[in-house]
């Protein structure tokens, strides 16, 4: 059996590495650079244990579908940021490609994040301009990828799969294809219903965060340490409240809300999440100027620690820290950036020494675990303050070496 798998990024190129252990996968891309390196065996990016997965595959890669049994579609999603929608443009391009190579007999995979209600409406329509009807002819099947950036490999393996079909027939020929490297358990629904539970998924992460978030806010007003207060709330059976933060980043949990909100004026509480978690760079931007207005610190030079959208990872897809950058340069602040897992930016990334000799001011905004073993003493700053949003640094070292320290929701003047 052949899978063609369209659409190798971040999802869609370890799928097509764990396919081709039991299958024949031909991996498609629009963009030539990307195909060209996969067949010379050069990754696109990295992810633990991706490497050791091309070396060992037979993958072939190509910029167009290839006849396959199968066609699985990883393509992006990406947000329209003006109208507030899910831009479909990808996904309606992977289906129309398949068209010229589509088989009676074939079936279609959509991992891609989609609105409730596309299979039906928008794939369905598409499939069928080829004379080719689904159900019939063509077995259609939604189901959701759910892996974590920085474990992408370990989550597809072992994480449960909801497999959305647009009949039980459909559902359970996608379950044997997913079975062949799936640990977890598999899932089955219909099609709408399995497009619904994706979104849930990241919206219900990203309320949570909101409220994380707005606790801080509120402990900052009333001079409580956030911190402090979650962690005793955490001891209760049936409260987990999850970490404040300078914003929520990543393709996903930063965009998928939106794609629920598109379509209903019901949709408030997703909404007032996303935009508290939006608002957070303008929060953190807020307490800074705070401190340099009491410190009498009229142009500061700004070091920022981290500007990946989350601990450990070098992904910057869209990091709450481009806000926070935009913000400090409106204000004329000069920044230095240190960020010792990210490759390429909007902006240099420069080393330790040079990102903090003659700053006053470092903003740590991605907890990357780097940031908790440097030494505070051996930092040639200007003035010495640190403001750390994800609360990792450890404040008495920091200090003991003459640092002003404050940490984001700690409720410190
Ligand atoms: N964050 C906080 N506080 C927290 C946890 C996270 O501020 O307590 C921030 C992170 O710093 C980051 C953002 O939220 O900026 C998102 O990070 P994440 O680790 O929560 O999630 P992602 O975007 O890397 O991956 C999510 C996952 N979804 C869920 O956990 C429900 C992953 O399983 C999905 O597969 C992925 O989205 C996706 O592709 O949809």
Same mark, same amino acid.
């Given at each position: 059996?052949?899978?063609?798998?369209?659409?190798?990024?971040?999802?869609?190129?370890?799928?097509?590495?764990?396919?081709?252990?039991?299958?024949?996968?031909?991996?498609?891309?629009?963009?030539? &650079?990307?195909?060209?390196?996969?067949?010379?065996?050069?990754?696109?990016?990295?992810?633990?244990? *991706?490497?050791?997965?091309?070396?060992?595959?037979?993958?072939?890669?190509?910029?167009?579908?290839?006849?396959?049994?199968?066609? *699985?579609?990883?393509?992006?999603?990406?947000?329209?940021?003006?109208?507030? +929608?899910?831009?479909?443009?990808?996904? =309606?391009?992977?289906?129309?490609? %398949?068209?010229?190579?589509?088989?009676?007999?074939?079936?279609?995979?959509?991992?891609?994040?989609?609105?409730?209600?596309?299979?039906?409406?928008?794939?369905?329509?598409? $499939?069928?301009?080829?004379?080719?009807?689904?159900?019939?002819?063509?077995?259609? =099947?939604?189901?959701?990828?759910?892996?974590?950036?920085?474990?992408?490999?370990?989550? +597809?393996?072992?994480?449960?799969? =909801?497999?959305?079909?647009?009949?039980?027939?459909?559902?359970?020929?996608?379950?044997?294809?997913?079975?062949?490297?799936?640990?977890?358990?598999?899932?089955?629904?219909?099609?709408?219903?399995?497009?619904?539970?994706?979104?849930?998924?990241?919206?219900?992460?990203?309320?949570?965060?909101?409220?994380?978030?707005?606790?801080?806010? *509120?402990?900052?007003? +009333?001079?409580?340490?956030?911190?402090?207060?979650?962690?005793?709330?955490?001891?209760?059976?049936?409260?987990?409240?999850?970490?404040?933060?300078?914003?929520?980043?990543?393709?996903?949990?930063?965009?998928?809300?939106?794609?629920?909100?598109?379509?209903?004026?019901?949709?408030?509480? %997703?909404?007032?999440?996303? #935009?508290?978690?939006?608002?957070?760079?303008?929060?953190?931007?807020?307490? *800074?100027?705070?401190?340099?207005?009491?410190?009498?610190?009229?142009?500061? =030079?700004?070091?920022?620690?981290?500007?990946?959208?989350?601990?450990?990872?070098?992904?910057?897809?869209?990091?709450?820290?481009?806000?926070? %950058?935009?913000?400090?340069?409106?204000?004329?602040?000069?920044?230095?950036?240190?960020?010792?897992?990210?490759?390429?930016?909007?902006?240099? $990334?420069? &080393?330790?020494?040079?990102?903090?000799?003659?700053?006053?001011?470092?903003?740590?905004?991605?907890?990357?675990?780097?940031?908790?073993?440097?030494?505070?003493?051996?930092?040639? +700053?200007?003035?010495?303050?640190?403001?750390?949003?994800?609360?990792?640094?450890?404040?008495?070292?920091?200090?003991?070496?003459?640092?002003?320290?404050?940490?984001?929701?700690?409720?410190? #003047?």
């Amino acid at each position: 059996m052949k899978i063609c798998v369209i659409g190798l990024g971040y999802i869609g190129l370890p799928t097509a590495l764990l396919l081709s252990r039991n299958y024949s996968v031909q991996g498609c891309d629009v963009n030539p &650079d990307i195909v060209k390196n996969i067949n010379h065996k050069i990754l696109p990016f990295h992810e633990p244990g *991706l490497e050791e997965l091309l070396e060992s595959s037979d993958i072939q890669a190509s910029t167009k579908p290839v006849p396959s049994d199968v066609f *699985l579609i990883c393509v992006p999603t990406p947000f329209d940021k003006d109208i507030k +929608m899910a831009d479909l443009k990808f996904v =309606v391009n992977a289906l129309e490609s %398949i068209g010229p190579v589509l088989q009676k007999g074939n079936m279609i995979i959509i991992e891609s994040t989609i609105t409730p209600g596309t299979c039906e409406k928008i794939a369905i329509p598409i $499939i069928e301009k080829t004379g080719l009807k689904v159900g019939n002819d063509i077995d259609l =099947v939604h189901c959701p990828e759910r892996a974590i950036p920085g474990q992408t490999i370990h989550e +597809m393996i072992h994480n449960d799969r =909801v497999i959305g079909g647009i009949d039980k027939k459909s559902a359970e020929r996608a379950g044997t294809i997913y079975r062949s490297f799936v640990k977890g358990n598999l899932y089955f629904t219909d099609i709408r219903t399995a497009e619904f539970v994706k979104l849930m998924e990241n919206t219900y992460r990203d309320v949570n965060i909101a409220l994380a978030n707005e606790f801080a806010i *509120l402990s900052e007003e +009333m001079g409580i340490n956030v911190w402090e207060a979650i962690n005793l709330a955490n001891r209760h059976p049936r409260v987990n409240i999850l970490s404040p933060g300078p914003g929520v980043g990543g393709h996903c949990i930063a965009v998928d809300p939106w794609f629920l909100t598109e379509s209903s004026v019901n949709a408030t509480l %997703i909404s007032t999440a996303r #935009e508290i978690n939006d608002n957070m760079p303008s929060f953190v931007f807020s307490r *800074l100027k705070r401190i340099f207005s009491s410190k009498s610190i009229p142009n500061p =030079v700004i070091t920022i620690f981290g500007v990946a959208y989350k601990g450990n990872i070098g992904d910057t897809r869209e990091t709450p820290a481009l806000k926070f %950058i935009r913000l400090c340069e409106r204000e004329n602040w000069k920044i230095r950036i240190y960020d010792p897992h990210v490759k390429s930016f909007n902006y240099p $990334i420069l &080393d330790l020494e040079k990102a903090t000799e003659g700053s006053d001011c470092i903003v740590l905004l991605t907890d990357h675990s780097e940031f908790k073993t440097i030494n505070p003493s051996s930092l040639a +700053m200007r003035h010495k303050i640190i403001f750390d949003t994800r609360n990792i640094i450890e404040r008495h070292s920091w200090e003991k070496a003459g640092f002003f320290v404050r940490i984001l929701g700690s409720g410190d #003047e």
